[in-house]
């Protein structure tokens, strides 16, 4: 019998139902994208089951329910921990999944601590500090110009044209904002002024290699060039991307993005974002362990299309290397490939 797929996800449709605010909801799925991601299984050779996001994913392991494979794509809600949850679950109960492990999830999350460990393998990023509160701004060393966001948010959220700080009024405006809105620190980093890249990657550990990467190009240019939740969300008007071919930074962009990934220990698929300083330097920005797939809308698939890859084999070869983990018994807690 073919093997069975759970599926595991956050639908943007059932939140909203529910209550649940537009920018609640701006990481989850649309219900295209699982239907895309199922009917590609299904494709591939497998057989699906719709489990549901989190707490149904409980219900079910405590019920009995079992998968030879989880699909991973829940994001969770709550919490700098909430990409995690799943994750944490199907290891409880011994079950293999697509995608990182809880402790990369939480990790990466969390801006902060994910620039941490990169530099700390002497990778370039950004000059960064953690807000909590506004008192700490008067002790501020960083300099102008300034990026502010959320600090364990991603999709953009939080990210506008108000952003890009250039004095010390605008930066305590900001932060005192983005206080108040997402109850979190705030992640304040020196700006980079230059090019700005998104590399995907796909396999595990020391077999990972990179896909591809896509440049993105505002078509404002009387703006700062800032891709931001409402950009991503309408970049078919508000984005051009291209093919980075050019060396050597092809080569300079991609060398880090693949060492980044494999130092923060991700697994099976993910999206590194990097942006060049004003030497044209590539530099670290975050990691997306688990990126969006929509087929056509998301970034990971579009690289992907750029570079001849299919979108039936980047979810086949996700699964495939998750598959070999399992059979290589590598998703104990001292394994991380």
Not at 66 to 75: G, L, Q, Y
Not at 139 to 157: D, I
Not at 314 to 336: E, H, M, P
Request: charged share 20%.
């Amino acid at each position: 019998m073919k093997p069975l797929i759970g599926l595991v996800y956050d639908l943007r449709s059932e939140y909203l139902a529910q209550g649940f605010s537009e920018d609640d909801v701006a990481e989850f799925d649309s219900d295209a994208t699982l239907a895309s991601l199922e009917q590609t299984i299904q494709d591939c050779g497998y057989r699906t089951e719709r489990i549901g996001n989190g707490k149904t994913l409980s219900l079910k392991l405590a019920a009995g329910h079992r998968w030879d494979m989880v699909f991973n794509i829940a994001e969770g809600i709550g919490g700098r921990c909430r990409e995690a949850y799943v994750p944490a679950m199907l290891e409880l109960y011994g079950i293999p999944y697509t995608f990182s492990d809880p402790l990369v999830c939480a990790l990466t999350l969390d801006k902060a601590m994910t620039k941490r460990i990169v530099a700390q393998h002497g990778l370039a990023t950004p000059a960064f500090s953690v807000i909590e509160r506004i008192s700490q701004l008067s002790a501020l060393s960083l300099k102008y110009p300034l990026f502010a966001k959320p600090l364990a948010e991603g999709t953009g959220k939080g990210i506008d044209q108000n952003s890009h700080i250039d004095t010390p009024h605008q930066l305590q405006s900001v932060c005192a904002a983005l206080l108040a809105k997402y109850n979190q620190p705030v992640l304040v980093e020196e700006f980079l002024p230059g090019r700005e890249f998104t590399t995907g990657i796909l396999g595990t550990g020391a077999d990972a290699r990179v896909i591809g990467t896509m440049e993105i190009h505002m078509r404002n240019q009387n703006e700062p060039a800032i891709y931001s939740y409402l950009n991503k969300e309408e970049c078919e008007s508000q984005i051009d991307y291209s093919t980075l071919t050019a060396q050597p930074l092809k080569d300079q962009v991609e060398t880090l993005a693949l060492r980044s990934y494999q130092v923060l220990q991700c697994r099976d698929s993910g999206r590194v974002d990097i942006r060049c300083d004003a030497a044209g330097k590539p530099c670290f920005i975050e990691i997306n362990p688990l990126a969006g797939l929509h087929p056509q809308h998301s970034d990971l698939p579009m690289i992907c299309t750029r570079h001849d890859m299919s979108y039936q084999t980047l979810i086949g070869s996700i699964l495939q290397s998750a598959f070999a983990r399992a059979d290589r018994k590598s998703d104990s807690a001292w394994t991380v490939c």
